[in-house]
């Protein structure tokens, strides 16, 4: 399956692995590297140390291309963009701030660079700065979001910019990769779909509110102050919004609420009191299993409805 993403990075399936803050080590990079997709290790909230050990790990686990996320955010990103630079993964992806200023030392490098937008303005504002490629992002996604849905995203950013465009927000199936190609992607981004494969270290009790979930359950918290964030129903994200939407509270008394709570859930398992941050595509996860399974059944589904499309419509 050949887009000008495979092409890009050198892998034999258009699908990237988000990078999820607390969540996408290199034992989920590596599994989706070796399945043909394109893995990625996540910096938010790791120290440089971290990085510099996940990234020499996943050279152990495979010999094949992956990427690192770096959230711009983050307080040591400079020493994070730092040692990304000497370690020299295949690309990066960059998001949560402005990425233009670290193009230059990333090619340098010899890195690949991949920015994660939400709109039109800054698809064309990183292409005409040397991005090599983007994500564009749907507010369908989990974790930290813009306010167009991914469709209309997609509908209006793939036909404003030459370079590779990676659809991201909702994908969880071949249906949507397919679909994502016939629009002119050249490929998708998939987080809360490998939540649930085996060599994803997210706690087991996330896991298990992931394959129970319903479609009707992830909820947007810190939509009113700037900060919204994607995730799964309970007592902290409900009792969160109800205090946003009451005005009792100050935005930094809720930013100061929702700080830690990723790895609350992500790390320590606190299913109650952590968010857990996930797309609206839920139903699709009914089981875990190896990454490896999950990204060839997605490519088999769009590969089958790409071939097969004409005779659908008889």
């Known amino acids: 399956m050949r887009t000008?993403?495979?092409?890009?990075?050198?892998?034999?399936?258009?699908?990237?692995?988000?990078?999820?803050?607390?969540?996408?080590?290199?034992?989920?990079?590596?599994?989706?590297?070796?399945?043909?997709?394109?893995?990625?290790?996540?910096?938010?909230?790791?120290?440089?140390?971290?990085?510099?050990a996940e990234i020499r790990r996943c050279r152990t686990l495979t010999n094949k291309p992956f990427g690192v996320n770096v959230m711009l955010m983050a307080p040591n990103k400079e020493e994070i963009v730092e040692v990304?630079?000497?370690?020299?993964?295949?690309?990066?992806?960059?998001?949560?701030?402005?990425?233009?200023?670290y193009f230059g030392k990333f090619h340098a490098a010899g890195i690949k660079v991949i920015p994660v937008v939400?709109?039109?303005?800054?698809?064309?504002?990183?292409?005409?700065?040397?991005?090599?490629?983007?994500?564009?992002?749907?507010?369908?996604?989990?974790?930290?979001?813009?306010?167009?849905?991914?469709?209309?995203?997609?509908?209006?950013?793939?036909?404003?910019?030459?370079?590779?465009?990676?659809?991201?927000?909702?994908f969880a199936d071949g249906r949507g990769l397919a679909a994502a190609l016939i629009m002119g992607a050249a490929g998708v981004q998939m987080g809360t779909r490998f939540l649930v494969a085996e060599e994803c270290p997210v706690h087991e009790k996330v896991k298990q509110c992931l394959l129970?979930?319903?479609?009707?359950?992830?909820?947007?918290?810190?939509?009113?102050?700037?900060?919204?964030?994607?995730?799964?129903?309970n007592k902290f994200s409900e009792e969160f919004v109800a205090l946003e939407l009451s005005g009792k509270a100050t935005k930094e008394e809720l930013l100061r609420k929702a700080t830690g709570t990723n790895k609350?859930?992500?790390?320590?398992?606190?299913?109650?009191?952590?968010?857990?941050?996930?797309?609206?595509?839920?139903?699709?996860?009914?089981?875990i299993e190896p990454a490896a399974a999950i990204l060839g059944r997605i490519v088999r589904e769009a590969a089958d409805l790409l071939t097969n499309a004409p005779a659908r419509m008889r």
């Open 4 to 52: 000008k993403l495979t092409k890009l990075l050198g892998i034999s399936y258009p699908v990237l692995q988000g990078g999820m803050a607390w969540i996408s080590d290199a034992s989920l990079a590596s599994a989706v590297s070796n399945a043909g997709g394109a893995g990625i290790i996540s910096t938010g909230g790791r120290t440089t140390e971290y990085t510099r």
């Open 84 to 101: 990304i630079c000497e370690e020299k993964p295949a690309f990066v992806t960059l998001g949560a701030g402005n990425p233009v200023p």
């Open 118 to 170: 939400p709109n039109v303005r800054l698809a064309k504002r990183v292409e005409a700065n040397g991005a090599d490629a983007i994500v564009a992002e749907g507010m369908e996604a989990g974790g930290h979001i813009g306010s167009i849905a991914t469709m209309p995203l997609m509908t209006q950013v793939i036909p404003e910019v030459a370079i590779p465009v990676v659809m991201a927000g909702g």
């Open 212 to 233: 129970a979930a319903t479609d009707t359950d992830s909820i947007v918290t810190g939509a009113t102050i700037g900060g919204a964030v994607r995730g799964l129903r």
């Open 264 to 287: 609350l859930a992500a790390v320590d398992g606190d299913t109650e009191h952590g968010m857990m941050q996930a797309g609206q595509s839920l139903t699709p996860l009914k089981e």
